[in-house]
């Protein structure tokens, strides 16, 4: 995974080609299935409310930490630690020496890092690394300054900005798309194909108040609005999903 959720796949192209649902792309070269058991039913609509462009952007920065943090979980609980500690307040202006020394070591730890992963052969993890502990550094000088940082990195307002561009590129009104979560696994529909992944392939999934995120191990996301929800209890949809990837659910069940 790059610093944020890749949008190479994000594109919209006409039935019989290739086809993008909210940033999942493939060959539509399957034929409609008998229908399985459909645990919820979204009927894609275009992206008009103003708050999917603020959610989508939290929702990429949920991502891109929680990639981090099960990549280096060792370097988050030092700086968990540092941020528990600095909440505690009372003190905070004889700590102010001590957060900028702080934001030194991270800042030039997250630098090499992030250098040597930029360098042939490029390492993912070392560009992820890099980049959240120079976060953390960033986050150390604030707190010196005593002003609240800012919480989401620009490279993924970049990133949401790039998905939903294209996202809003194609009319969903007229390209009708349908994504099914059944109990074999998620079948995306546009026009007369199918294509069909099992539960196995998501790795993570994600919520805010109007979107769910639903991020597959190829990099590849769902991004689904609450409102396309036609058939399903939303409140319990996250539980559901969650529960189908720990039992590992298929398409062979």
């Known amino acids: 995974m790059q610093s944020t959720i890749s949008t190479s796949q994000h594109i919209g192209l006409p039935p019989g080609s290739r086809y993008a649902v909210n940033g999942f792309s493939g060959t539509l070269n399957e034929p409609i299935s008998k ?13 008009d409310d103003p708050a999917v462009d603020r959610e989508t952007v939290e929702l990429l920065h949920q991502c ?50 992030l250098i040597l992963g930029l360098m042939p052969p490029k390492t993912t993890a070392g560009i992820i690394v890099g980049g959240a502990v120079i976060i953390a550094g960033l986050l150390e000088f604030a707190l010196a300054r005593g002003r609240t940082p800012p919480r989401i990195p620009a490279s993924c307002k970049k990133e949401a900005w790039k998905a939903l561009k294209l996202r809003r590129a194609v009319d969903w009104e007229k390209f009708k798309t349908t994504i099914r979560f059944e109990d074999a696994g998620v079948t995306i529909c546009a026009e007369e194909k199918e294509e069909h992944l099992s539960y196995t392939r998501i790795k993570s999934v994600f919520e805010s108040l109007h979107l769910w995120l639903v991020v597959c191990d190829d990099e590849r996301v769902l991004l689904l609005q609450k409102k396309d929800l036609r058939s399903g209890n939303a409140d319990s949809f996250l539980s559901d999903i969650i529960s189908k990837m720990n039992t590992g659910a298929d398409a062979s069940g």
């Open 35 to 47: 229908r399985r058991s459909t645990m919820y039913l979204f009927q894609i609509s275009n992206c």
């Open 64 to 113: 891109l930490e929680a990639e981090s943090r099960r990549r280096c979980p060792a370097m988050w609980n030092a700086i968990d630690r540092i941020r528990t500690h600095a909440a505690k307040g009372p003190a905070r202006e004889k700590r102010t020496v001590r957060y900028r020394i702080y934001g030194v070591f991270l800042l030039a730890l997250g630098l090499l890092t």
